[in-house]
């Protein structure tokens, strides 16, 4: 089966529920972002999104496609935010989006799995600076940019953990035969 993705604006518990689906077995393949964020911030000239988003667009792309080509050696994976996720950013900063970005967001599995962001859940960090009202907004570009792509976009309701895993994996039929 191909990578499947669980996205959505910031703060939404994608990470929760990706953890969830993990401890079910299933692989998985943490925010790439996020991970780039923490290790570029310990660098004197590191690569940041708000410094230089279209240097960081790609060395998300790099690490993004590297997790898609590990995530096809899996039965069944998941990943944090793909592809597609850069090219929602680079809109949102009004930034240029090269060709390269729309052909690697090609292969995945063609349900997308979004989460909404939820007000009493979302935290500001370093990593996460959008206000709330930002996050809403990079969700319904995100899901803009998903459908565009010809991606059908699932909305994850919002409810209890074990609630979340149970609708993805009805909505994938998932067995307990595929997980790793």
């Given at each position: ?23 079910q ?5 943490a925010?790439g ?17 708000w410094?230089?988003l ?21 039965p ?15 809109k ?5 989006v090269?060709?390269e970005?729309?052909?690697?967001s090609?292969?995945y ?6 989460c ?8 500001q960090?370093?990593?996460?600076p ?9 969700h319904r ?16 309701p919002?409810a ?5 895993v149970?609708?993805v ?5 998932l067995?307990g035969?595929?997980?790793?």
């Amino acid at each position: 089966m191909k990578p499947i993705i669980i996205t959505g604006g910031p703060g939404a518990g994608k990470t929760t529920l990706l953890n969830a689906l993990g401890e079910q077995g299933y692989a998985t393949f943490a925010e790439g972002s996020r991970t780039l964020i923490e290790q570029q911030s310990q660098l004197d000239n590191g690569i940041l999104p708000w410094t230089n988003l279209p240097a960081f667009a790609q060395l998300c792309l790099d690490l993004m496609a590297k997790q898609k080509n590990e995530a096809l050696n899996h039965p069944v994976a998941f990943v944090d935010r793909a592809i597609a996720d850069i090219i929602g950013y680079l809109k949102v900063a009004g930034c240029e989006v090269p060709s390269e970005f729309a052909t690697q967001s090609a292969g995945y599995h063609p349900k997308v799995f979004f989460c909404c962001p939820e007000e009493p859940i979302y935290v500001q960090d370093e990593v996460r600076p959008h206000s709330f009202e930002e996050a809403l907004e990079i969700h319904r570009i995100l899901a803009e940019t998903y459908t565009e792509l010809g991606y059908q976009v699932v909305d994850v309701p919002w409810a209890s953990v074990t609630e979340r895993v149970t609708f993805v994996a009805k909505q994938l039929a998932l067995s307990g035969e595929t997980v790793n």
